[in-house]
């Protein structure tokens, strides 16, 4: 499977943690599974009850762009709308077309774009999902969940420090976008990350890599975002625990180039 794509493993990490959970102990039901480093996210889905991960989904293979939708949406018990979506390629009002509906009224799909820059009024539900646009709209659920336009079950944004430094860690969602990275490969492409920022109230930071994947040695640059563009202070990106760069924050956000991102697992 491509590094680009996003797998039915990352899709669990991804959808327990941002539902505030840990991963389980024991053996899944899901047989693919089992022997995994994604068992325990696996098991834990199950115990959710998200409704895609059965005992014959193949969990290594890429995630479709509905199963994206809907899952993430199940993991944070967002109510979903009864009105049909307006991608032509998306008919009906079952659970899924409503998922994406409700998803595209929230802001976190936009559809597929032309060379034009134009809206070709198409979703492509079926198609596998680039890690780059998991991570655009995990970025999304943490911006609309620190100022209160998404109703998840557990906050994942972090109250503000009194330090005037945000520092963007390696929490599991993360890293979860650095997996994958095998061959070679840097998982460190765009993420969505969570951050103390340097004012007194409850922001989100999202964190953005222009190459993606990128290989060992490879330059890139890592852009930092605050939901507050009012914040200032200083940004330390980490890989780990290893610094691998700073800089300084200019209306929320601010940029440093690196090419020392370990490869992925």
């Not at 103390?196 to 930071?205: H, K, P, R």
Request: charged residues 10%; proline residues 4%; neutral net charge.
């Amino acid at each position: 499977m491509s590094t680009l794509l996003l797998s039915y493993t990352e899709l669990a990490k991804i959808a327990v943690t941002l539902a505030g959970k840990l991963p389980e102990t024991g053996r899944p039901n899901n047989l693919s599974a089992i022997g995994d480093w994604s068992a325990g996210y696996v098991k834990a889905a199950e115990e959710m009850h998200l409704s895609l991960f059965t005992r014959s989904l193949d969990v290594h293979r890429p995630a479709t762009r509905a199963a994206v939708v809907e899952t993430l949406l199940e993991a944070l018990n967002v109510s979903l709308v009864s009105s049909p979506t307006s991608f032509k390629d998306v008919p009906g009002t079952g659970l899924v077309e409503q998922a994406i509906a409700t998803a595209e009224q929230l802001g976190l799909i936009h559809g597929d774009i032309g060379p034009q820059g134009l809206s070709l009024g198409t979703f492509r539900p079926n198609a596998p999902i680039r890690r780059a646009e998991v991570a655009n709209i995990v970025s999304q659920i943490l911006v609309k969940r620190s100022n209160g336009s998404l109703a998840p079950t557990a906050a994942v944004s972090s109250s503000a420090a009194s330090s005037n430094t945000t520092t963007i860690s390696s929490p599991s969602v993360a890293e979860t976008f650095r997996r994958g990275g095998g061959g070679g490969n840097s998982g460190g492409g765009s993420t969505s990350s969570v951050a103390s920022a340097s004012e007194s109230t409850s922001t989100t930071t999202s964190l953005v890599s222009s190459t993606n994947p990128t290989t060992y040695g490879q330059s890139t640059t890592l852009t930092a975002t605050i939901s507050d563009s009012h914040a200032t202070g200083t940004v330390t990106f980490k890989d780990g625990s290893t610094t691998i760069g700073t800089c300084s924050l200019s209306s929320g956000s601010c940029s440093s180039g690196v090419s020392s991102l370990y490869t992925g697992s």
